[in-house]
């Protein structure tokens, strides 16, 4: 009973690890998030576009992305893949994972709405660290990606958005007018805050504990 007590005490000091639902990265949903516009997404136009997103300082664990998808034409037989990527100097870098892809007959012509693109297995990204969603096409496919004016979303601000033709920063650049639109993209996953090094101190005391325990009732 002792060693219970001793056991239970122990546990209660060691700091908690907090595990949450959260979301990082949103230019979807805010109330002024509204469509102003969309880019075509294969390489004879636009494309391939990208958003980029960064973590905070707890390791993130990537399990959904979504974005406001439209195509002009439906009836194409073109199709999207949505891939995560590392940064390389403010831009799209190495390939990471394919999240997923739709075909344009899946989408609604002229009218963007969210594509969710759950993943089978979260991705375990890094704290403090850049990355970017990329949206590429075939070369058949009219499929959009559309973009916001709206720049107060999480995370929003301080990134940026990319086209085959430049990288811009969500918040604007004086000198390019009306090209540095964010695209629409929700990021959604689970931070996990590690447990702090001095709660490791516990563990060879209850290591201790549970041999003092096995002693006793040895003993016994």
């Given at each position: 009973?002792?060693?219970?007590?001793?056991?239970?005490?122990?546990?209660?000091?060691?700091?908690?690890?907090?595990?949450?639902?959260?979301?990082?990265?949103?230019?979807?949903?805010?109330?002024?998030?509204?469509?102003?516009?969309?880019?075509?997404?294969?390489?004879?136009?636009?494309?391939?576009?990208?958003?980029?997103?960064?973590?905070?300082?707890?390791?993130?664990?990537?399990?959904?992305?979504?974005?406001?998808?439209?195509?002009?034409?439906?009836?194409?037989?073109?199709?999207?893949?949505?891939?995560?990527?590392?940064?390389?100097?403010?831009?799209?870098?190495?390939?990471?994972?394919?999240?997923?892809?739709?075909?344009?007959?899946?989408?609604?012509?002229?009218?963007?709405?969210?594509?969710?693109?759950?993943?089978?297995?979260?991705?375990?990204?890094?704290?403090?660290?850049?990355?970017?969603?990329?949206?590429?096409?075939?070369?058949?496919?009219?499929?959009?990606?559309?973009?916001?004016?709206?720049?107060?979303?999480?995370?929003?601000?301080?990134?940026?958005?990319?086209?085959?033709?430049q990288v811009y920063a969500n918040s604007?650049?004086?000198?390019?007018?009306?090209?540095?639109?964010?695209?629409?993209?929700?990021?959604?996953?689970?931070?996990?805050?590690?447990?702090?090094?001095?709660?490791?101190?516990?563990?060879?005391?209850?290591?201790?504990?549970?041999?003092?325990?096995?002693?006793?009732?040895?003993?016994?």
């Amino acid at each position: 009973m002792r060693f219970r007590k001793e056991l239970i005490f122990g546990l209660a000091l060691l700091p908690a690890v907090n595990v949450s639902a959260d979301e990082i990265y949103d230019s979807l949903t805010g109330p002024a998030s509204v469509t102003a516009g969309y880019n075509l997404i294969n390489n004879a136009n636009f494309g391939p576009l990208a958003d980029s997103f960064s973590t905070g300082s707890a390791d993130f664990l990537l399990n959904d992305v979504q974005l406001a998808l439209t195509a002009s034409d439906p009836t194409s037989a073109g199709a999207i893949t949505i891939s995560l990527y590392t940064d390389a100097g403010t831009s799209p870098g190495s390939l990471i994972a394919n999240l997923g892809s739709v075909n344009d007959s899946a989408l609604s012509a002229y009218t963007p709405a969210t594509v969710d693109f759950p993943l089978a297995s979260s991705i375990d990204l890094s704290a403090n660290t850049r990355y970017w969603i990329e949206a590429s096409a075939t070369d058949s496919s009219s499929a959009g990606w559309s973009y916001t004016t709206d720049v107060s979303g999480l995370g929003v601000a301080s990134e940026y958005n990319a086209n085959s033709f430049q990288v811009y920063a969500n918040s604007g650049d004086p000198n390019v007018a009306l090209i540095n639109d964010p695209y629409q993209l929700q990021v959604n996953g689970v931070s996990t805050v590690p447990l702090p090094a001095a709660g490791w101190l516990f563990a060879p005391a209850l290591s201790l504990l549970g041999l003092s325990a096995r002693a006793k009732t040895t003993r016994t």
